[in-house]
């Protein structure tokens, strides 16, 4: 299942809000500097959608507007 993700890095708390079907916003307190924010939306969306990190591939890794996939078994 491929989903669209806002991301907005620097934020006062980690927080997943479901905007519409297969879109969503994610705040996070990692800043976007060398990946680090790409690893914090991978965890925190392996929570969400309870699957395992390596189920959850970041088709865009630049930018606030990703493209997630997300391997259900």
């Known amino acids: 299942m491929n989903i669209k993700v806002i991301v907005k890095p620097n934020s006062k708390e980690n927080q997943i809000v479901k905007l519409a079907d297969f879109e969503y916003l994610a705040n996070l307190v990692q800043r976007a500097e060398k990946g680090k924010a ?9 929570k969400c959608f309870r699957v395992s990190n390596k189920n959850v591939l970041l088709k865009t890794k630049k930018g606030h507007k990703k493209i997630v996939e997300i391997l259900t078994e």
């Open 38 to 46: 790409n690893l914090l939306l991978i965890k925190i969306l392996s």
